[in-house]
């Protein structure tokens, strides 16, 4: 097959989305059935993901009709939508639409949040997002909606409580925002699966790099979009000021877990081999980590 030059709207790219997609590696020809992963750049979140799940053939490809999907954000913090801390509300409801329109019975949207979730829930406007877009909003904050399950091949993490929603899902879509974290170094999607679980501290105590990649096994998402439309810099998770953020207007979308994580450390300016927990999880055989044997799809808005 032919290379092909994913680049949208303009014969080059720009400086400023080549600075923005920085150290990603050029594409290999795509697979029959679309790439391994895009990298998008230069629109508003909703365009960008219109953008993004076109070149993997539409949502169709993900969901079927009458299946239950769970999507889940990052939505951790009692912080307006400009602080980053939490994923873009208007990505939410555009991958809601997309869900519903490929015929999806239910989307549900939930997150074991840091701070109090009916607060954290309307202040970062997901709540609204999620009730525009005909989603339908959960809480994550009770004990007997999570069950044990065993982690298959697990060093430190053993087993885990895991919310019903996802263990019950058709569909999982992961939503992380990409972002400054003070213990992991970077908060991106397997991270983002701490707020799936009951005991988030435990992962913390028995080594918290370890347990990211281990649980990665657990219940890997069909689809994984990075919000990286404006991102948190300096004093994540949670920031202390919009200066802490810098406006990049990216997104990077894979079926592959540990892919998107390493894009999206790339995105940042960080190795993906140092974080330990993208690492890993590559070891595990949970996913790639070397984008240059990936089928990559560039678009720039």
């Known amino acids: 097959m032919k290379r092909r030059v994913f680049i949208k709207g303009a014969a080059v790219m720009t400086a400023g989305a080549a600075a923005v997609l920085n150290g990603l590696p050029i594409s290999r020809a795509l697979a029959q ?12 979140p909703g365009i960008m993901f219109d953008k ?19 999507v889940k954000p990052n ?16 990505l939410v409801s555009r991958i809601i639409k997309h869900c ?7 989307v549900v949207v939930f997150d074991h949040t840091c701070d ?17 877009a005909g989603g339908v909003m959960a809480p994550g904050h009770v004990g007997r909606h999570y069950a044990e399950v065993a982690v298959p091949g697990g060093k430190d993490l053993k087993k885990a ?20 974290h003070g213990g992991a170094g970077l908060t991106i999607g397997m991270k983002n699966n701490m707020g799936i679980v009951w005991d988030r501290g435990d992962w913390h105590r028995s080594g918290l790099h370890q347990c990211i990649a281990d649980f990665s096994t657990v219940r890997k998402p069909d689809l994984t979009v990075v919000d990286a439309y404006r991102m948190l810099m300096k004093n994540g998770p949670r920031g202390v000021s919009e200066n802490d953020t810098a406006l990049r207007k990216a997104q990077i ?7 998107a994580d390493a894009a999206s450390a790339k995105l940042f300016g960080i190795d993906p081999a140092k974080v330990p927990y993208i690492r890993i999880a590559n070891e595990k055989g949970v996913g790639a980590m070397d984008l240059s044997k990936l089928a990559i799809e560039r678009i720039r808005i």
């Open 100 to 106: 519903l329109d490929a015929g999806a019975k239910e």
């Open 33 to 44: 059935n679309g790439p391994d992963l895009a990298a998008v750049q230069g629109g508003e």
């Open 161 to 180: 409580r895991v919310h019903e929603l996802v263990l019950e899902a058709d569909v999982f879509i992961n939503v992380p925002v990409l972002k400054h």
């Open 116 to 132: 109090q979730w009916k607060r954290t829930y309307e202040s970062s406007g997901i709540e609204a997002a999620v009730k525009d």
């Open 75 to 90: 939505i951790g913090w009692d912080t307006p939508v400009e602080r980053a801390a939490n994923t873009h509300p208007e």
């Open 253 to 259: 979308i894979s079926p592959d877990p540990v892919a």
């Open 52 to 70: 993004a799940i076109q070149a993997f053939g539409g949502m169709k490809n993900f969901v079927k009709p009458n299946q239950k999907v769970v």
